[in-house]
């Protein structure tokens, strides 16, 4: 009895636990101790201080062989975020757990990624670096600086690129790299070199094999989201994190977009929701609710008129039949009796004239917020035997109708006026 009433005190105990630990969000710290000996979050940084009051952390350093990124499945990440602090040292020792394939794994199962470059004199371990190159960011390599002789501070004229990310530029001293990126479309840029700026190998002229950048080519703060939604960003320098929202947006504390719910129905039977079923020239409803992540909660989306922020809805079969902007409907709830946590958008429609399979599709990519793609697949048929409009019903039947009735009753006056008007009384004639 004693030893079950043990075991009992001790499931308890690890429940309330594993309870507490419930949505705090393990970040894992990799840093070069030769340059930033970060062994605690107290060093005075803002950024730490950020980190230690919003995540359980752990502190590594590139070698330490016991840092792994999964659990023992494989199929389980340990880690919520990764921060990559630059490096004086090309390769690191711990190459089987950190390398550019199991990143990407990481990236493929939601985790976020946060990137520092260095300075002149340090830069990424190449493992890293390959990771990065792969997802379309090509840094600036070792010894290589961001120089601009004409705008000696960032300002937002010359550098920062519209984005929903960064509102104002908060940094004037740059004391970093660039980096160059491809045409992939997950990749928007947050922060640009000026025009009159270059990144150039240090002590060496500007020509054509030194020179890594030049001009609005290169970029000093990058972003990159997957299509699951997981961040990733490159910063230039360690300058830039005092641009808290570029952080806090690869942390998914902000612009972070949940689908609460996505329904139609058929107008002519609204109490049945998302009917597989529906007939050609019907009227369909098609509602959705979006909730923002705000302050730890989930609050109401809220577009303004006029934004290219507004979410559209595509009916299509292989090509979109109909795009469509949603309208703003209001705030509602997404649960029964609860909180108005989440806006909803609506957008009234006729099917069209075509019969087939056809998919309500919601696909929202804009820049800087989270990925939204949401697929319901309806059948539209032909209308029956009996549902086809009479002939009276159609208004270019009405000439034809009228013609007809005009012959029968030209028929039927032509009958009574041979039968009896137009008749000669031959015995009154005679007499």
Do not use: C
Not at 100 to 115: E, P, R, T
Not at 205 to 233: C, H, K
Not at 354 to 369: A, P, V
Request: net charge negative; no cysteine; hydrophobic share 40%.
């Amino acid at each position: 009895m004693i030893k079950q009433f043990y075991i009992l005190l001790n499931f308890l105990y690890f429940t309330i636990i594993f309870a507490l630990d419930i949505g705090i969000e393990q970040t894992l710290v990799l840093h070069d101790p030769e340059i930033l000996p970060l062994n605690d979050s107290t060093s005075g940084s803002n950024f730490l201080k950020y980190l230690d009051s919003n995540f359980e952390l752990t502190f590594a350093d590139y070698n330490n062989d016991e840092i792994s990124l999964f659990y023992n499945d494989e199929e389980s990440i340990r880690f919520d975020n990764i921060i990559l602090f630059p490096s004086s040292k090309k390769t690191i020792n711990n190459k089987k757990n950190l390398n550019q394939h199991n990143l990407l794994k990481f990236i493929n199962l939601k985790g976020n990624v946060l990137v520092i470059g260095g300075s002149e004199s340090t830069s990424l371990p190449e493992p890293f670096r390959i990771w990065l190159n792969e997802l379309g960011i090509y840094p600036a390599p070792k010894n290589y600086k961001y120089i601009d002789h004409f705008n000696t501070k960032l300002s937002e004229k010359n550098n920062l690129i519209k984005n929903n990310i960064v509102d104002s530029l908060k940094v004037e001293s740059y004391d970093g790299s660039a980096a160059l990126i491809t045409n992939n479309e997950l990749i928007f840029p947050i922060i640009s070199s000026s025009k009159t700026g270059y990144t150039n190998k240090v002590g060496t002229p500007i020509d054509q094999e030194s020179t890594w950048t030049f001009g609005t080519q290169g970029y000093l703060a990058v972003a990159f989201q997957a299509l699951n939604n997981a961040r990733v960003a490159w910063i230039g320098s360690i300058d830039l994190l005092n641009q808290v929202e570029i952080y806090e947006w690869v942390f998914q504390k902000k612009n972070t977009l949940r689908l609460q719910f996505a329904q139609h129905v058929n107008n002519e039977d609204p109490s049945k929701i998302n009917p597989t079923l529906y007939r050609i020239k019907d009227q369909a409803i098609y509602t959705i609710g979006i909730s923002e992540f705000k302050n730890g909660q989930w609050v109401p989306f809220e577009i303004g008129d006029g934004s290219d922020l507004t979410p559209q809805l595509s009916f299509k079969m292989l090509d979109p039949y109909q795009k469509l902007n949603l309208e703003k409907l209001g705030k509602v709830s997404s649960k029964e009796k609860g909180d108005l946590d989440t806006f909803a958008y609506f957008v009234n429609f006729t099917v069209p004239d075509h019969h087939g399979m056809f998919t309500f599709e919601l696909d929202y990519k804009r820049h800087g917020y989270s990925w939204i793609l949401d697929k319901k697949i309806v059948t539209v048929r032909h209308l029956a035997n009996d549902e086809f409009k009479r002939s009276w019903d159609i208004t270019n039947s009405w000439l034809y109708i009228a013609s007809t009735l005009l012959v029968i009753i030209a028929w039927f006056l032509f009958v009574v006026n041979y039968i009896y008007v137009g008749k000669v009384n031959y015995k009154k004639k005679d007499q």
